[in-house]
């Protein structure tokens, strides 16, 4: 993809991968190989509660996100944490292009890019 700025919204069930310019977006969605196994922790469960990572989910969308130059990450929960992470352990190169990590409920697909365009405006007029 040939778009310089990137948003991906990610909670554990799926993530929408939007390479934006000022007036074109390329979307994609991705899901886990498991849709239905619990990715996020449970309090008072045996052995921390934590089910197993889904490193395949989380390479899928660092490939969904090839050819990005500015990429900012969302989502309502701890799985945008858990694709920094995985970022941070299996792709250091592209951990220098996420320009930003926030907290952003469920917004429709029209939401998420206007508020990536916003994002980026401002983070822009900043440099």
Do not use: C, N
Request: glycine share 6%; hydrophobic share 45%.
């Amino acid at each position: 993809m040939s778009h310089f700025h990137a948003v991906v919204w990610i909670d554990h069930s799926e993530a929408h991968v939007m390479h934006i310019t000022p007036d074109d977006v390329e979307k994609s969605v991705v899901h886990p190989a498991h849709p239905h196994r619990k990715l996020h922790a449970h309090s008072g469960s045996v052995g921390g509660g934590r089910a197993p990572e889904a490193p395949d989910y989380y390479h899928a969308v660092v490939e969904a996100l090839a050819g990005a130059q500015e990429i900012l990450v969302v989502g309502p929960a701890q799985a945008k944490l858990q694709l920094i992470k995985h970022i941070q352990h299996h792709d250091v190169a592209l951990m220098a292009k996420v320009v930003g990590v926030e907290t952003v409920d469920h917004p429709t697909d029209g939401q998420l890019v206007a508020y990536a365009r916003t994002y980026f405006v401002a983070k822009d007029r900043m440099l």
